[in-house]
C-alpha cells in the first residue's frame, strides 16, 4: 500500500481564493483534479453572484414584480437556508439587505468614503424585507414581489465550502480541508492521526501575514466541523472619527455600533456557520450571546474592549475546543 501524504491545491473565486488539502497516495495527484473543484466553485459563482449580470440570483434581482423563478437547486437550498435563518431571527439577519449594502458602498457599486444622506437610507430600507418573499419547495421557485434585492454573499462561500467537501467525498477523498475566502471545513485526519488545526486570527493582523501564536486568538480542531469568521477589520471607512464597517444591520439601515471586532462560528456544515457569524455580528456580543447559549451554538466574539481585544466564548465553544 503505498504512503498517504498531504496534498495541496488552491485557485480563485467569488472575488476571493481557495483552498483545498487532502490526504491521498503518494502517486494520485491532487492538482489534476483542480478543474473539478474549480468548476464546483464555478457553479456556485454563476449561480449566486451579484457582481454577474446572467447569474440567477442577478436575473431574479432585476425581475418585474409579481414574478416567479425557477432556481437552479444549489440556489434554491441557499435561498431556502437565508430565509430560515431570517425568520428564526426575526430579521435581524436578512438576505434583502443588498439595497443597504450597496449604498453603503459594501457591494458591487462604487465604494464610498462618508455615510449616505437619511433620506437615502429610508429610500432603501423600503425595499427591503425577507418576509415578503415566497418560495415554492415542489418547482424550486422563488417570488420577486417587487424591489427584493437578494444578496447571498453571507452564505454562499458557506455553501460552496459544503459542495467542494461533497465533490472529495464522492471521489473517494476521505480526509480533506477545504477553505473559501475564510469560510473552512475539516473532514478526517491526517497521516499519523493527528487532526485539521487551524487558528483564529486576532483581528488587527495583515492578511496572511500571521507570523506568531500571540497572533492567533484560540487554535481549534476543524476535524468533522466547520468554521466561519466575520469581522470589521477587512472592510470598512472612516468619517469624521467614526468607523462604519460592512455589517449592515437590516432593522436600522445603518452599520452596526456594536464593539464587535469578529465573530467565529463553529458548525457542523459551513453554510450553517457562514451567516451566523453576520448574525451575530448584527445581534452585538450580548442579544448574540444569549442567542447562541439558547440554541446551543459555539461562538466566540472578539470585543474591542478598555483594554485592547477581549473575547467572550459560549459553553459549546468553550467545548469545542476541549475536544
Keep these: 500500500m503505498s504512503d498517504l501524504i498531504v496534498q495541496s491545491v488552491q485557485g480563485e473565486t467569488m472575488g476571493t481564493f481557495w483552498s483545498v488539502r487532502a490526504v491521498m497516495p503518494a502517486e494520485l495527484s491532487l492538482v489534476s483534479r483542480a478543474r473539478g473543484i474549480q468548476a464546483v466553485l464555478d457553479r456556485v459563482d454563476g449561480q449566486m453572484s451579484t457582481y454577474k449580470p446572467d447569474s440567477a440570483l442577478s436575473l431574479f434581482n432585476a425581475a418585474p414584480a409579481g414574478t416567479w423563478h425557477v432556481l437552479p437547486a444549489e440556489c434554491f437550498e441557499v435561498v431556502r437556508h437565508a430565509l430560515q435563518v431570517a425568520a428564526e431571527s426575526g430579521g435581524a439577519y436578512d438576505p434583502t439587505v443588498g ?72 471521489m473517494g477523498i476521505d ?111 450580548d442579544e448574540g450571546m444569549a442567542y447562541a447559549r439558547g440554541r446551543g451554538l459555539a461562538v466566540m466574539f472578539i470585543l474591542h474592549g478598555a483594554h485592547g481585544l477581549e473575547e467572550r466564548l459560549s459553553p459549546a465553544f468553550e467545548a469545542a475546543l476541549a475536544s
Design 99 to 170: 439595497p443597504l449594502v450597496n449604498l453603503w458602498g459594501f457591494g458591487p457599486d462604487a465604494s464610498r468614503r462618508e455615510p449616505p444622506p437619511d433620506e437615502a437610507i429610508e429610500r432603501e430600507r423600503a425595499r427591503i424585507g425577507w418576509s415578503r418573499l415566497r418560495l415554492d419547495a415542489a418547482t424550486h421557485s422563488l417570488y420577486q414581489p417587487g424591489g427584493i434585492y437578494l444578496d447571498l454573499s453571507s452564505v454562499a462561500k458557506g455553501y460552496g465550502v459544503d459542495l467542494v467537501g461533497r465533490h472529495l467525498d464522492a
Design 175 to 285: 480526509a480533506w480541508l477545504v477553505e473559501v475566502g475564510g469560510e473552512m471545513k475539516g473532514k478526517g485526519r491526517k497521516p499519523g492521526g493527528s487532526p485539521w488545526r487551524i487558528g483564529i486570527e486576532r483581528p488587527g493582523a495583515a492578511v496572511g501575514a500571521v507570523q506568531h501564536m500571540d497572533q492567533l486568538s484560540q487554535v481549534v480542531n476543524l476535524s468533522g466541523r466547520a468554521i466561519a469568521t466575520s469581522g470589521d477589520y477587512r472592510r470598512r471607512f472612516d468619517a469624521d472619527g467614526v468607523t462604519y464597517s460592512h455589517h449592515i444591520d437590516p432593522r436600522t439601515g445603518r452599520p452596526v455600533p456594536h464593539a464587535v471586532a469578529s465573530v467565529s462560528v463553529l458548525a457542523g456544515e459551513a453554510m450553517h456557520a457562514d451567516p451566523m457569524g453576520t448574525l451575530m455580528t448584527v445581534l452585538g456580543p
